[in-house]
């Protein structure tokens, strides 16, 4: 079955320390990946995403993710957390092909960040 | 462009009461979808339309019921309010009917509580 894992429920990191979110995907085909952020009391806001090529992948606010095939992974990072980068990460899959409409999400993981 | 925007922010309805969640795009987006978002449960989808005049359901369509008569409008109603609706509705839109390729851009939310 289709699914995306997010291990981390909960993370708290200190503020101009580095990040990783996991995300780990179960998927038989060629994925989509992204990764989203909803700030407190807001919608979701694309981060990054990645289709093809270049498996490293450049996103807004100094957010970059690695698709690793061999691990169905496509974790999140941040070389150095600011404030403003407390919120709730979304990572999410999708198909490739075929008439598939519908993302698969994971369950998030919420980021604190301490001064 | 206004983007996703939905109304009302907020709202608190009793058990039986029936109300419709109104969202609207300004960015000639084919597809549009409803989603509710529960706390450890993270995003459902209830219905989605990749077209005006065509919907279909997500994961959790019971207790709702949408149209799509223009492009612009996707409203959500609730036929029958239970409490266990009580939750935030998150509006969404991307371009492109079928796959999901495409960046879905977020509305503010609705935050619905059932008494």
């Known amino acids: 079955a289709q699914s995306v894992t997010q291990p981390d429920i909960h993370i708290t990191v200190s503020e101009g320390a580095s990040l990783e979110l996991r995300c780990n995907y179960s998927y038989g085909a060629t994925p989509y990946l992204f990764w989203y952020v909803q700030s407190p009391g807001q919608g979701l806001q694309l981060l990054l995403k990645y289709f093809s090529g270049d498996t490293l992948v450049q996103g807004i606010k100094g957010f970059e993710a690695e698709f690793k095939r061999s691990q169905s992974s496509f974790n999140l990072r941040k070389p150095s957390v600011h404030w403003s980068d407390a919120a709730e990460y979304f990572c999410a899959v999708g198909a490739s092909a075929g008439n598939n409409r519908k993302l698969i999400w994971g369950l998030g993981t919420s980021l604190a960040v301490n001064p | ?12 309805l009793k058990t039986g009461q029936s109300m419709t969640l109104q969202c609207a795009q300004d960015m000639n987006h084919e597809y549009m979808s409803w989603y509710r978002q529960d706390p450890g449960m993270g995003l ?8 005006a005049g065509i919907t279909d359901q997500g994961e959790v369509p019971n207790g709702y019921n949408v149209s799509r008569s223009t492009t612009e409008d996707f409203p959500l109603r609730l036929l029958s309010a239970a409490p ?6 998150f509006c969404a839109s991307r371009r492109g009917g079928t796959g999901v390729g495409r960046e879905q851009y977020f509305g503010p939310g609705t935050r619905l509580t059932v008494t």
Do not use: D, E, M
């Open chain 2, 1 to 12: 462009n206004a983007g996703v925007t939905q109304t009302p922010k907020f709202q608190v």
């Open chain 2, 44 to 51: 459902r989808l209830i219905h989605y339309s990749v077209g």
């Open chain 2, 84 to 89: 266990s609706q009580t939750s935030v509705y």
